[in-house]
């Protein structure tokens, strides 16, 4: 600051700046090879790219930070979006079968993460070797999918710059200004038609649309399981004597008459469901804060019957 009257530089930029013009130098200096890229291509119903990107929107008036799930096709680039309240384990399997089904199948080839909590339990040191949640494990057998997972940091960053490309994209032209909506319902029904709408759109200087590229694609993915797959995560609660159930510091009510009684929980990314047996006995959606409560009135009108002074 004294030398140069920087006034307005912070520590931060001037790190930054040497981080990218430290290897510059070195070049200059002939004391080692430039950062160069490959261009790649990529065989139909072979590889497809996942992430997941940081996204506001104005729900019910607040502004809040939710989270943008994408999975992208490496040679026809068609992406499916779907948009979350968190980016947990659940979440992140519901995105990836939201967007197979859209799909029609799955990639033959590999499919590129990052080393995402959701996937990953520890990365095995400077190799490729991961070991896998127990849950994306049996989730990724399930639907045949082949894990390829990108290194650490910036470097992984550039093994799936497709879908990270692809996420800035579609936030800068679907995203701004910000969307204002009452439920994330409502915003997903409003991705579901851009993507729909972004098949007519060519990627740089190609020759062919993304939905006619994709029309040759679709055919060479692996067909999907018959069978279903359960997302959620199961649990086994007792109802507290509010008549509600306790999950992740939330609370959520149940009929008055389950109070005692053990229940079961499974737990989506955008909603909760409650059953007693295999009956259903409540639904409600996922609360995104901690600490909070989500009542319905009818679970509690067995009780206001026989305490008619709780009524006033």
Known sequence: MDE???QGVTYSMVRAYIFHRRPE???EE??????AFVPQTHRPGDEAEVDFGDVWIHLNGVSTKVFLFSLRLSFSGKAVHKIFASCGQ?????????????????PRGKVRYDNLRAAVSQVLGRTRGRVESDRWTAFRSHFSIN??????GIDG???KGGVEGQIGWFRRNHLVPVPTVTSLAELNAMV?????EDDARRIMQRALT?????????PLLVPLPEEDFETGLVSSLRVNRYSQVSVRTNHYSVPVRLIGRMVRVVLHASELVVYDAHKEVARHERLIAKGGSRLVLDHYLEALVRKPGLQS
């Open 25 to 27: 130098i070195r070049v």
């Open 210 to 218: 993304i939905g006619e590229m994709f029309a040759v694609e679709r």
């Open 90 to 106: 659940e979440a992140f399997l519901e995105g990836h079968v939201h967007a197979l089904e859209v799909l029609g199948g799955v």
């Open 4 to 6: 140069h009257d920087a």
């Open 157 to 159: 960053a550039h093994e």
């Open 192 to 196: 579901e038609r851009w993507d729909e």
């Open 147 to 152: 894990s390829f997972y990108c290194n650490p």
């Open 30 to 35: 002939g004391r080692g090879p430039p950062q």
